[in-house]
């Protein structure tokens, strides 16, 4: 592996925008699950301490008006990795399972890393890979699928395709989906899985409590750790830190931890177990909060931490039953204010956290409310690096940069385009204070019977094909306004339909 480096960050302004001369390091921390409400600089009345993400914000930006892409983590994850929106592929609504796949990722498609890397960077993923994998049996076939008796056609010795090393990663080491919820419980080192499964999982061993019954009863293999996967990622991450910085210390990295924390099922490491109060998943919340207190460490220890970009944020809103139990057992709401959660396309589902640090080039203690979506991330480094997209990558993302310096006057972003679970027959879209969903319902959740009825809202216009409500006066979205203000409504769904239609949100570079 490469070494960290020892960099010295300069910005030239180059026609009213910042290049970076000297290229940072970049750590994007993504969470799993990690709602607005679950962190305690962004809703005061959270039950789980945060101090480490507390600290993080406080010295740099935090972003009020992220979203996730999508509110489920495949097309999320899609989006993030290649700017853009996962509908306009096929199968871009998917959530994978098991062996599912292939990549959603097209080959030849330009992605995050594999911008970073030709710009000399190291790239290294450690977690949760999630967006489509192809293994293969014993006679050579591709295996596709998510379903248990497929994970038992698997030949180990074959390798994986379509996985970070073929979109740009140097190194992995993670999963091909949850960790703690799926078919297979094995980790990836490449593109192999050199420790295969040798049997079910006794569930009968593991926590019982409302937070642990996403568990699937899949294959596990006999190094693999369900209760402490995420220190073990931790800890591939701080070995990849601390070896690059002895090998390499001239080249910059790019390293994308992504946590399986706080995704259910919620089995915190036994060091974090009753550590809170505020029962299993504010343990699992608190132990993420460490591991992004040991991530800073390891770069103050190592000397570089002012000359890396560190992002950190969620791949979309809070689990369903993890609100339900927090909110009914300990007074916490991970999705706090919004309405909905994980899955639905109310802002609860996709506004996420997204806390940016960047020593010399962020200003500490800020905020922005900036629109911004996990997709921008593709041209905002572009510009951080001072590389220009090609006209075929980065399709529906936006340069955020002077945001990140506190420079912009205006939005910089038009608009925003959201997918619901359902892909693409569940679209929305956000331009200033209206936002409209064209589709009815919450594109994801079922609030008519189970644990989400409780939190179910009177439907202010049952016979409208779609939504549109005025966030500035009703960020609850509570009043559809479809019927009101129809001609939001047309314009609005003109404006998606020409997104749809052209194949991008954002405008290429000249």
């Not at 800890?235 to 995704?263: C, D, G, I, W």
């Amino acid at each position: 592996m490469k070494s960290l480096g020892i960099l010295l960050v300069q910005l030239t302004l180059v026609g009213g925008h910042a290049l970076a001369a000297d290229k940072p390091n970049i750590i994007l921390i993504l969470a799993d699950d990690l709602g607005y409400g679950d962190v305690r600089c962004y809703n005061d009345q959270s039950k789980v301490p945060t101090p480490n993400m507390d600290r993080l914000a406080s010295e740099g930006m935090r972003f009020t008006d992220a979203h996730s892409p999508a509110t489920v983590c495949t097309p999320s994850r899609y989006s993030l990795m290649t700017g853009q929106m996962a509908f306009r592929v096929p199968n871009g609504g998917t959530v994978f399972q098991g062996v599912g796949g292939p990549s959603l990722i097209a080959p030849g498609r330009l992605t995050l890393p594999a911008m970073l890397k030709k710009q000399g960077y190291s790239t290294v993923a450690v977690g949760k890979w999630h967006v489509g994998l192809t293994f293969h049996d014993k006679a050579g076939e591709s295996i596709h699928s998510g379903k248990l008796g497929d994970v038992e056609r698997i030949d180990y010795s074959r390798r994986i395709e379509g996985g970070p090393l073929d979109h740009g990663f140097d190194r992995f080491f993670g999963t091909a989906c949850c960790p703690g919820t799926d078919w297979l419980y094995a980790f990836i080192d490449g593109d192999h899985i050199p420790v295969p499964p040798t049997g079910r999982i006794d569930k009968s061993k593991l926590p019982k409590h409302p937070y642990a019954n996403d568990c699937r009863a899949g294959f596990i293999a006999p190094d693999f750790p369900i209760e402490e996967v995420d220190l073990l990622f931790l800890k591939k991450s701080r070995e990849f830190m601390e070896q690059h910085r002895r090998t390499s210390p001239n080249k910059p990295f790019f390293l994308y931890h992504a946590s399986h924390a706080v995704h259910l099922p919620s089995f915190a490491a036994p060091e974090f177990k009753d550590k809170t109060q505020v029962g299993p998943h504010g343990d699992f919340i608190h132990e993420l909060d460490h591991i992004v207190g040991e991530l800073m460490a390891t770069l103050e220890k190592l000397g570089i931490a002012d000359n890396t970009l560190v992002l950190l944020s969620s791949d979309n809103g809070p689990e369903t039953t993890s609100v339900v139990h927090m909110r009914t057992d300990h007074d916490h709401d991970g999705a706090r204010p919004w309405r909905g959660v994980k899955r639905d396309d109310w802002e609860g589902g996709h506004r996420i956290p997204f806390i940016v640090r960047w020593p010399g080039k962020v200003k500490p203690g800020t905020t922005s409310t900036q629109l911004t979506s996990l997709s921008d991330l593709m041209a905002t480094v572009a510009a951080i690096i001072g590389t220009k997209l090609p006209r075929d990558a980065g399709e529906d993302s936006f340069n955020m940069l002077s945001a990140l310096l506190d420079e912009a006057q205006a939005p910089i972003r038009p608009y925003l385009l959201e997918q619901a679970f359902a892909g693409k027959r569940t679209l929305s879209i956000r331009r200033g204070r209206w936002k409209y969903l064209d589709h009815t319902g919450s594109g994801g959740n079922n609030y008519a019977n189970g644990e989400l009825k409780p939190y179910a809202l009177p439907d202010t216009a049952p016979d409208a094909a779609g939504q549109l409500y005025d966030l500035e006066q009703d960020p609850g979205e509570t009043t559809n306004l479809y019927f009101k203000r129809s001609e939001i409504v047309t314009d609005l769904k003109s404006l998606l339909e020409k997104a749809k239609t052209e194949g991008r949100s954002a405008h290429p570079s000249p």
